[in-house]
């Protein structure tokens, strides 16, 4: 027994032993290999920037083998593979990127305050001018939302999905709105992919003209019959209403330039025709096309053109044509609180502006402009041949549309 008792203690003393062994054993193995896993000082990673301090058993501290990815952001490094010094300045180029920041947030800051400023006095300009408070008259300035005819509500665009009001103004980059806004819509398919456009660029541009892509005010009546109004009043209420605008001298060259400065035979017949034979004293019958009429030189002059929208003639028969019409006409802002009034002259940083006021800019982009973009510099060029008289009488014509979007008299061309 007494043996048999030595043995059992002999076991148990054995077993402790061991368990001892393997304990110290496991925790200096563990303790060496986890050394290197532990997190980092500064927290989480960044994707874009980060360090990554790589060990093995064979490396110490100072032989560790470091794979950098570097940009502006931190870098992140274990504690361990610094030095006093090397931490001493991470914490100052990590409060340095800390100042960046609070600058560079102070700019964007600074940024959306001035657009803020500037779009408040646009708006501010065209309550004004509206209120009658520089003493400027012109037709439909008092007059209720509700008696602006249906028919003059055909420029007013409604996204529902989006809950979009867009006033679109021929010669101000309305081509390219138009395609934003077939793309938000959805009301195009793509004939190579059977969906919708979900680029604007792609949007053929002579298709996004055709009046049946687009969902108008002057449209309601046929869809809601007596409840059109009263669906007017909650979709301005409530959408996001935006234009664009250019200076209306420039406007005016574009629409001559775009219309009248190559052959194009609807304007030709409907207008350019009647120009030639009111004020040309073209002798005999006049060419049948637009073609012909450029082969034998026989094109509207920009002083007919002039003449045609100041003879009073032209609005007794038929009102102008939305390429020269006012904007204060087409998109009735006196009657239509608009939310965003953007400029051609600043049609990019606008553009970019209003998509991330409509909160689609992280889905559509706007397209590039035209090249040829018809300049406020050529002004005098274009007016150099026409009469004082007549250049002061086209200024009263368009002046609600120069007052109320804060474009400057044009002196060099009424003096």
Same mark, same amino acid.
Request: net charge negative; with cysteine; hydrophobic share 35%.
């Given at each position: 027994?007494?043996?048999?008792?030595?043995?059992?203690?002999?076991?148990?003393?054995?077993?402790?032993?061991?368990?001892? &062994?393997?304990?110290?054993?496991?925790?200096?193995?563990?303790?060496?290999?986890?050394?290197? %896993?532990?997190?980092?000082?500064?927290?989480? &990673?960044?994707?874009?920037?980060?360090?990554?301090?790589?060990?093995?058993?064979?490396? !110490?501290?100072?032989?560790?083998?470091?794979? !950098?990815?570097?940009?502006?952001?931190?870098?992140?490094?274990?504690? $361990? !593979?610094?030095?006093?010094?090397? $931490?001493?300045?991470?914490?100052? =180029? /990590?409060?340095?990127?800390?100042?960046?920041?609070?600058?560079?947030?102070?700019?964007?800051?600074?940024?959306?305050?001035?657009?803020?400023?500037?779009?408040?006095?646009?708006?501010?300009?065209?309550?004004?001018?509206? *209120?009658?408070?520089?003493?400027?008259?012109?037709?439909?300035? #008092?007059?209720?939302?509700?008696?602006?005819?249906?028919?003059? %509500?055909?420029?007013?665009?409604?996204?529902? #999905?989006?809950?979009?009001?867009?006033?679109?103004?021929?010669?101000?980059?309305?081509?390219?709105?138009?395609?934003?806004?077939?793309? &938000?819509?959805?009301?195009?398919?793509?004939?190579?992919?059977?969906?919708?456009? #979900?680029?604007?660029?792609?949007?053929?541009?002579?298709?996004?003209?055709?009046?049946?892509?687009?969902?108008?005010?002057?449209?309601?009546?046929? /869809?809601?019959?007596?409840?059109?109004?009263h669906l007017m009043a909650l979709k301005l209420q409530h959408y996001t209403k935006f234009?664009?605008?250019?200076?209306?001298?420039?406007?005016?060259?574009?629409?001559?330039?775009?219309?009248?400065?190559?052959?194009?035979?609807?304007?030709?017949r409907q207008f350019g025709s009647v120009m030639l034979r009111r004020y040309g004293n073209?002798?005999?019958? &006049?060419?049948?096309?637009?073609?012909?009429?450029?082969?034998?030189?026989?094109?509207?002059?920009?002083?007919?053109?002039?003449?045609? %929208?100041?003879?009073?003639?032209?609005?007794?028969?038929?009102?102008?044509?939305?390429?020269?019409?006012?904007?204060?006409?087409?998109?009735?802002?006196?009657?239509?609180?608009?939310?965003?009034?953007?400029? *051609?002259?600043? %049609?990019?940083?606008?553009?970019?502006?209003? *998509?991330?006021?409509?909160?689609?800019?992280?889905?559509?982009?706007?397209?590039?402009?035209?090249?040829?973009?018809?300049?406020?510099?050529?002004?005098?060029?274009?007016?150099?041949?026409?009469?004082?008289?007549?250049?002061?009488?086209?200024?009263?014509?368009?002046?609600?549309?120069? =007052?109320?979007?804060?474009?400057?008299?044009?002196?060099?061309?009424?003096?």
């Open positions: 027994m007494g043996i048999w008792r030595g043995l059992r203690a002999a076991f148990i003393l054995g077993s402790l032993f061991m368990i001892l &062994l393997i304990i110290v054993y496991w925790d200096d193995v563990g303790g060496f290999n986890f050394y290197s %896993l532990r997190e980092p000082k500064h927290g989480s &990673l960044h994707s874009d920037s980060f360090s990554v301090i790589t060990t093995g058993p064979s490396l !110490s501290p100072s032989t560790s083998t470091t794979v !950098s990815i570097t940009s502006a952001s931190k870098k992140l490094i274990p504690e $361990e !593979s610094r030095g006093a010094a090397g $931490e001493e300045g991470g914490e100052d =180029e /990590h409060e340095q990127r800390k100042e960046e920041t609070r600058e560079d947030e102070a700019r964007e800051r600074d940024h959306i305050s001035a657009d803020y400023r500037e779009q408040k006095a646009r708006k501010q300009r065209i309550m004004d001018v509206c *209120l009658g408070k520089d003493g400027l008259e012109f037709p439909g300035r #008092t007059r209720a939302f509700e008696q602006v005819p249906n028919r003059e %509500l055909d420029h007013l665009i409604v996204d529902d #999905t989006h809950q979009i009001i867009y006033c679109y103004v021929p010669k101000v980059a309305c081509t390219n709105w138009k395609r934003v806004m077939v793309v &938000l819509s959805q009301s195009l398919i793509s004939p190579s992919s059977g969906q919708p456009y #979900t680029d604007p660029e792609a949007v053929p541009p002579d298709l996004v003209h055709n009046s049946s892509l687009h969902l108008t005010f002057a449209k309601f009546w046929h /869809h809601y019959g007596s409840l059109s109004r234009l664009f605008v250019r200076d209306p001298f420039v406007r005016l060259i574009s629409a001559f330039r775009n219309k009248f400065g190559r052959p194009n035979e609807d304007f030709y073209v002798s005999g019958s &006049l060419p049948e096309t637009a073609a012909e009429a450029f082969a034998a030189g026989v094109t509207p002059t920009f002083q007919q053109f002039i003449t045609y %929208l100041l003879d009073p003639e032209t609005e007794s028969e038929k009102m102008f044509n939305e390429h020269w019409r006012q904007v204060y006409r087409l998109c009735h802002p006196c009657q239509v609180k608009y939310d965003f009034i953007g400029r *051609l002259e600043s %049609l990019e940083t606008d553009a970019e502006q209003l *998509l991330k006021l409509l909160k689609v800019d992280d889905m559509i982009h706007f397209p590039s402009g035209a090249q040829n973009r018809t300049a406020a510099s050529w002004e005098r060029d274009w007016f150099a041949q026409i009469p004082l008289t007549m250049r002061r009488e086209l200024y009263k014509l368009y002046e609600p549309d120069f =007052e109320m979007f804060g474009y400057p008299k044009p002196d060099s061309v009424l003096h």
